[in-house]
């Protein structure tokens, strides 16, 4: 089977611009988690949805947006790019709810120049 | 002080020893805590989740869970070079999920 893939694999932007990441969780699993990671440190929540409904959401400003289609893959937005906003941004999937273990995906390498 | 803390390391362990990995969170409502491992330049994986106070036994990891403590740990038997990583604890409560910022482990043979 599949795992979780993500697109793209690499983005690169500019300050300002806006940008739509996605991702295609494992076949049968119907929660999607996204999250950011930077060099050094943990990846940080930005959001959760399960069954096309947001059930958390990390510390970010608004700038960040998600949404999960009937299907259950999902996607990121985030607008008014920053320079900060640079990072590795990794889905996960797991099969339900908070308690149950998330998967990776490879993740999407974010550059803003 | 962090949510969620890990000591940075790294730690250095010969070939064949057993590698002891630590966590300590601070809400006493997490409910799930979990291990993953993360090779340079690569997504985490996942090794181990345990749920209830006690150890846990997955092939050569352990994981061990004291919630009256609020730590958890992870320890890695017969430690191999493969097993070079940084490992990354993640602590699940109500609506969010945090992860420590990651131990790196170095075995060498």
């Known amino acids: 089977d599949a795992g979780v893939t993500q697109s793209p694999t690499h983005l690169i932007k500019t300050r300002g611009q806006q940008v739509t990441l996605r991702c295609s969780p494992i076949?049968?699993?119907?929660?999607v988690s996204w999250y950011q990671q930077v060099l050094g440190q943990g990846p940080q929540f930005i959001f959760q949805?399960?069954?096309?409904?947001?059930?958390g959401r990390g510390n970010f400003p608004d700038r960040f947006s998600a949404r999960q289609f009937p299907n259950y893959s999902s996607e990121l937005n985030v607008n008014a790019l920053l320079l900060g906003d640079s990072a590795l941004y990794l889905c996960?999937?797991?099969?339900?709810?908070?308690?149950?273990?998330?998967?990776f995906g490879d993740g999407t390498r974010l550059s803003i120049l | 002080q962090k949510e969620v803390e890990q000591n940075s390391g790294p730690l250095s362990v010969p070939e064949g020893a057993i590698a002891s990995l630590n966590c300590t969170y601070s809400?006493?409502?997490?409910?799930?805590f979990f291990w993953y491992r993360q090779y340079s330049g690569k997504s985490p994986e996942l090794i181990m989740f345990?749920?209830?106070?006690g150890d846990k036994e997955d092939g050569r990891f352990t994981a061990q869970l004291n919630k009256a403590s609020q730590y958890v740990s992870l320890l890695i038997r017969d430690s191999q070079p493969s097993d070079s990583a940084t490992y990354l604890c993640?602590?699940?409560?109500?609506?969010?999920?945090?992860f420590g910022d990651g131990t790196t482990l170095t075995v060498k043979p």
């Open positions: 996960a999937s797991s099969p339900g709810g908070w308690d149950q273990p998330q998967h």
């Open positions: 076949s049968g699993h119907k929660s």
């Open positions: 949805y399960y069954e096309k409904e947001e059930r």
């Open positions: 809400d006493r409502g997490s409910q799930s």
């Open positions: 345990i749920y209830s106070n």
């Open positions: 993640a602590v699940i409560g109500a609506g969010k999920s945090t």
